[in-house]
């Protein structure tokens, strides 16, 4: 079974307008961290934001917003302001476990964003 | 600057041959990863190490290799048992800690092409 679900594989965003990229996430662990990524054209991976699972409050960062709602295990990833740099790949990704720190991160497929002037 | 260097950038290989990827850090990182991106399938893990002298199977090692003989290098040989290699490949690093938050920093990538 897919553990990090991104249903969206492309989506369109006028500039300056807000954005919302859906990811889903299953695990048993109650102990579990989530980290968004940015790919752009150029093929680099840029962590852009992390939620951990005992987190109270929604992480930001910047123009980036992470809503999590625990109960329906959704990281939906919140761009505010888009800029015509916000054009690229954007992964979700999960670490389970309470000592799992330098355990690999499982991604999923990714959501393709395209900024529109 | 710190960070993490892979090379060659482009690659090209040739049926039956083998090829070795490089992935350099000097962000004194512990733990290190390769893995494997097709489009529209995301990132696949292949192999990760933990410590020097030290790694484990990802999900799709099958055709692949790797050492880590020095903390700050992990490289990948794409043997010729791997029948499908065209592919993005990235390495990444983070430090050697229990939290869940420790961040995975990637490299710039390279990309095999098959001839």
């Known amino acids: 079974a897919q553990k990090i679900t991104q249903t969206q594989p492309g989506m369109f965003v006028q500039e300056k307008e807000a954005v919302t990229l859906d990811c889903t996430y299953d695990t048993s662990d109650q102990s579990y961290g989530l980290f968004w990524y940015k790919q752009p054209s150029s093929g680099e991976m840029i962590f852009l934001i992390y939620q951990g699972s005992y987190d109270e409050q929604n992480a930001t960062e910047g123009r980036y917003s992470l809503n999590f709602q625990k109960a329906r295990k959704s990281a939906n990833l919140v761009i505010s302001a888009s800029q015509l740099g916000d054009s690229a790949m954007y992964f979700c990704?999960?670490?389970?476990?309470?000592?799992?720190?330098?355990?690999?991160?499982?991604f999923g497929k990714g959501t393709r964003l395209s900024v529109i002037a | 600057d710190g960070g993490i260097t892979q090379s060659p950038k482009y690659l090209f290989r040739k049926e039956g041959q083998n090829v070795t990827l490089s992935c350099e850090q000097n962000?004194?990182?512990?733990?290190m990863y390769w893995y494997r991106q097709d489009p529209g399938q995301g990132l696949r893990l292949i192999y990760y190490?933990?410590?020097?002298?030290?790694?484990q199977k990802g999900d799709i090692a099958e055709g692949y290799s790797v050492s880590r003989e020095k903390k700050e290098s992990f490289p990948l040989t794409v043997t010729s048992a791997q029948k499908n290699p065209t592919a993005f490949y990235l390495c990444?690093?983070?430090?050697?800690?229990?939290?869940?938050?420790?961040?995975?920093?990637f490299g710039p990538g390279t990309r095999l092409l098959v001839l």
């Open positions: 962000l004194n990182h512990d733990a």
């Open positions: 990704a999960m670490r389970e476990g309470r000592n799992s720190g330098n355990t690999p991160l499982v």
């Open positions: 190490s933990q410590i020097v002298n030290d790694f």
């Open positions: 990444a690093s983070s430090t050697l800690t229990r939290s869940p938050q420790e961040t995975q920093y």
